[in-house]
């Protein structure tokens, strides 16, 4: 009893040992937060009167209407899954070889630094951007927004599954190179048994990544279910805009869900 009660009463210790050091930050940081709230320059009349139009706007979108469009809801939110499914297949497919060359461990040095490179390339500019370049190239409509997540898809399976090999168990792989096995058979008995069930979650969570940005992508003329959600925007449609906005909640939640169900069964 007296062990849990201990264990229960038991706190992590501050950051910062020293009492006085620790009020000073606070102290500084609360001083900040004053100076920089005073050189913001609000126009309160204004913030009112935004407030007021904000929730005329919010008003608008209900009841949602999914009736008066439903044909170019289904044709969008088809276009988002295809583009989402495509590009998280192909993503997924191509970043295992890179994820290979980019583990240190495995990999020799000019292997390692180019696909370390291709990681940087393809986690440096945010998924809008590269659809706004892969428009211009391939014109409008859901190949650009595919061919995008597929990139974006390489670059976050890429970091992560090579990070993962790189923390594997060394002992495993040894075991196995001492049985003189070759390099691909140290891949199928010493890592893949180690890094599967994380590579699973990661790819069940890449897919819901892709299907939020697949919405985004819309916008910008990637197709998909955005481009549904930009045009009865531009239309004033706020009651199909909701529509579509529950749509995209639903399935988002959908695939929380079920990404942490098979994140469950493979463990």
Not at 106 to 135: D, G
């Amino acid at each position: 009893m007296d062990a849990r009660a201990a264990a229960l009463a038991w706190r992590p210790p501050p950051l910062i040992e020293a009492a006085w050091l620790r009020w000073t930050v606070y102290g500084a940081a609360l001083l900040y937060l004053v100076l920089a709230l005073g050189t913001l320059e609000v126009n309160w009349q204004r913030a009112a009167e935004g407030i007021e139009r904000g929730g005329r706007f919010l008003a608008a979108f209900f009841p949602p209407d999914f009736a008066s469009h439903w044909r170019e809801i289904e044709e969008g939110l088809l276009e988002s899954l295809t583009m989402t499914v495509t590009s998280t297949v192909f993503g997924v497919i191509l970043s295992v070889p890179v994820a290979l060359g980019a583990a240190r461990n495995l990999a020799p040095l000019p292997v390692y630094l180019f696909c370390r490179a291709v990681i940087a390339i393809s986690r440096t500019f945010q998924e809008v951007i590269i659809a706004i370049l892969f428009v211009a190239m391939f014109g409008f409509g859901p190949l650009a927004g595919m061919i995008t997540l597929a990139f974006a898809t390489i670059g976050f399976m890429a970091k992560l599954l090579a990070e993962d090999i790189e923390d594997i168990e060394r002992s495993q792989a040894e075991a196995v190179r001492a049985t003189g096995a070759s390099w691909f058979q140290l891949l199928a008995w010493g890592i893949q048994p180690q890094v599967l069930p994380r590579f699973i979650g990661l790819s069940a969570y890449r897919f819901d990544i892709n299907f939020r940005e697949s919405a985004v992508l819309g916008l910008v003329g990637a197709g998909g279910i955005g481009d549904t959600l930009n045009n009865a925007l531009d239309r004033y449609e706020f009651g199909t805009a909701a529509a579509v906005l529950l749509i995209i909640i639903a399935i988002v939640m959908a695939c929380e869900y079920a990404s942490g169900f098979i994140r469950r069964a493979v463990q």
